[in-house]
């Protein structure tokens, strides 16, 4: 789950989704991870995940306008490399991000694809 402020995300997650976010720096692009998952390396094996005894980690993180957020399930970042996935989010509007991101892991699809993208 993300909330979006003015200046700043609050980022709550349970399971192996992502959250990326993708800003423009003097020096280009820059792609970061803003959650880990919780899942067992080399597995499927989730540690933490939604249900009765959830644990949900939470983090806060600065924003700003021009921001690109990615929220994606495994089967979108087990697909694709980071490299991808930053390439896609560089052009076009949310909606024609998503979509190239989905068409793409549909490629050599390894699990299910939730792709959410939101420009700020």
């Known amino acids: 789950a993300v909330e979006v402020h003015a200046d700043h995300l ?3 997650w349970a399971g192996d989704s992502r959250l990326y976010l ?3 720096t003097p020096c280009g692009p820059a792609l970061f991870q803003l959650t880990q998952d919780h899942a067992v ?3 499927h094996i989730v540690s933490r995940c939604l249900g009765i005894d959830t644990d949900p980690q939470f983090a806060r993180h600065a924003c700003f306008p021009g921001d690109v957020l990615l929220l994606c399930s495994d089967g979108l970042h087990n697909a694709l490399s980071y490299y991808k996935i930053g390439l896609s989010l560089i052009k076009g509007d949310a909606g024609q991000k998503a979509t190239q991101l989905i068409e793409e892991a549909l490629i050599n699809p390894c699990d299910n694809t939730t792709v959410v993208v939101v420009q700020l």
Do not use: Y
Request: aromatic fraction near 0%; proline fraction near 11%; avoid cysteine.
């Open 22 to 24: 993708l800003r423009k």
């Open 41 to 43: 390396p080399g597995t």
């Open 10 to 12: 609050i980022v709550g």
